[in-house]
């Protein structure tokens, strides 16, 4: 990464505690849900078999978790460029399933901002809704910022 990128990317991340993150919005559908077991391999039939998932728990297919997970990794990249990209970590908890027709929106929050003379480290809580304000899946996500 070059200076330059560095300083203007640096400028731009204005970052504060108490500050909410960007969000994503995304219709769940089945056809991404089959397309996510195409890249993925992941093809359980809780995912790609309408049939036997109706008779599943969840009384139909439901979203794979890491499909649903990729809008926080989303938002992260939109609020903080290459650095999400080169030393994001995110540890979440799994809450609910997503189904094809649900509409998910990230959620985040700067809660720290850790600085020194090198680094800032910005932890976040993050998060995914489904459209009816439940959460899916909640975490945190953590972020270095080089100067």
Known sequence: MSEIYVERIMSQL????GEVLRSVEKRITQSQIQKYAEASGDFNP???DPVLAASSRFGGTIAHGMMVAAAISEAMTAGFGAYWMETGKLKIRFRAPVSPGDTINTFGKINRVIADESTTEVRCSVGVKKQTGESVITGEATVTLTQ
Do not use: M
Not at 14 to 17: E, G, H, Y
């Open 14 to 17: 204005d970052v504060r505690k």
């Open 46 to 48: 809780v995912h790609v």
